[in-house]
């Protein structure tokens, strides 16, 4: 398993987490449901991507630039920190692992 599985699993469950945590705390169902895509995507592609089909990698790199667009707006909006520098941070740090095994992927 490489890096870029493993970053698209990780930053997808914490997609799962963050939305379970905005519905319990917030009530927000929204948060519910768009964690859960968001994260069953990102898990779906480094699943895929483990079990060979290449493009799941792209699948879950795309889905990470988004969230991370997405949570850099929510923090322009609301000034809140918290979630937002915390799915920024980590979906910046999976997308660079995704794209860097990305490159030995195409290379190869």
């Known amino acids: 398993m490489n890096i870029g599985i493993v970053a698209a699993i990780a930053y997808g469950l914490l997609a799962v987490v963050g ?13 519910l449901i768009s964690g859960g895509i968001c994260g ?3 898990i779906t592609g480094g699943v895929m991507q483990w079990q060979g089909i290449p493009w799941g990698l792209i699948l879950a790199t ?14 322009i ?3 809140k920190l918290m979630p937002a520098v915390l799915m ?9 692992a995704m794209i860097y095994q990305l490159q030995f992927s195409i290379s190869a």
């Open 19 to 31: 939305g379970v945590l905005g519905y319990t705390q917030g009530n927000s169902k929204i948060s």
């Open 40 to 42: 069953a995507l990102l």
């Open 62 to 75: 795309a889905v990470s630039i988004l969230l991370v667009i997405v949570f850099i707006v929510r923090l």
């Open 77 to 79: 909006k609301t000034r």
């Open 88 to 96: 920024i941070i980590a979906g910046l740090a999976a997308a660079v």
